[in-house]
């Protein structure tokens, strides 16, 4: 599975998808932190990436754009990250089998 991930998550999410087998590219490592909200959607759909993104405007295309790519909303308030991953890797399994089954939106809460 591809992965793209947002500016206010860290590159560590990224490398942590990389180390479980996954494709995952934070956009830091493709210097586009400052990249637009439609640049960003349309470079996931173009990778055919699920993205992971705290911004709410990325579930709300989600909801309303059929053709999109997949969205993972982290809905966690701010957290070290450790603690992130860790609460990441108590999700992933459920996470990732909903994730195959082609949902569209995800809320991490």
């Not at 754009?65 to 308030?77: D, L």
Request: aromatic share 8%; charged share 30%.
């Amino acid at each position: 599975m591809r992965f793209l991930v947002d500016a206010q998550l860290p590159p560590a999410l990224a490398r942590w998808l990389t180390e479980r087998g996954e494709e995952a590219d934070h956009l830091a490592d493709l210097g586009l932190l400052r990249a637009a909200d439609e640049a960003v959607w349309r470079l996931a759909g173009e990778r055919g990436a699920v993205l992971i993104s705290k911004d709410e405007d990325f579930a709300l295309r989600a909801q309303l754009r059929s053709g999109g790519p997949q969205v993972v909303w982290v809905r966690w308030g701010n957290l070290r990250t450790t603690e992130l991953l860790q609460r990441w890797e108590d999700q992933w399994p459920l996470l990732r089998a909903n994730l195959e089954r082609g949902e569209a939106l995800l809320e991490l809460a």
